[in-house]
């Protein structure tokens, strides 16, 4: 049975978001769905919000990291590892959003849909080319490598481990405390 949310914040079980109709979500969680009375992009952008970072300065991380300024991929959480990619425009409403962490393996099902096989074994046909959707997960990994190696070389420098502090917030600008 599905349950229909208010509201929804991205978490560590998010697997994907698609739209279920003008105003609707259709969240899948590695084990449990829910639809959402709200548009997946509207989702994700609050889902930033929730993490300490606006969508645009996400969005913007990106760019600086890895150069890519269109269907951009992000990360909504680097704490929990929380990195979406988005299967067209975000403003398109037949945008989807998928977690990279949760994707097994992808194979072509014909000329305009890829059928994506997740961890949890559930398999799910989507409407975006084989090229397409290879290119976004080649995207969001070169996203966690830079974001990795961006980490390990703040670790060599200081000499020893960086754990993320529950108050920590980050954006392209630099890091900053949150006064509690």
Known sequence: MTETLPGYEINPYTMLL?????ELTEVI????????????FDIVKKSCDYFGSSYNGRREGTKQLIGVTHKAPIIVD?????????????????????SHDYIAAFEK???????????????????????????????????RVKFTQNVKKMETFH???????????????????IDE
């Not at 929990?80 to 989807?96: E, K, R, V, W």
């Not at 099902?109 to 997960?137: G, W």
Request: glycine share 2%.
């Open 109 to 143: 099902n014909d000329a305009c849909s890829t059928m994506i096989t997740f961890q949890n074994h559930e398999r799910l046909e989507i409407p975006i080319s084989f090229y397409s959707f290879e290119k976004q997960v080649s995207r969001t990994a070169r996203l």
């Open 18 to 22: 698609r739209p279920a109709g003008e």
């Open 159 to 177: 000499k020893h481990p960086i754990q993320f502090p529950r108050n920590w917030a980050s954006e392209h600008h630099g890091s900053y405390w």
């Open 78 to 98: 680097p704490y929990t590892s929380i990195y979406l990619f988005p299967t067209a425009s975000p403003s398109s409403p037949d945008c989807m959003w998928i």
């Open 29 to 40: 969680e590695a084990k449990a769905r829910y639809l959402v009375s709200r548009k997946p």
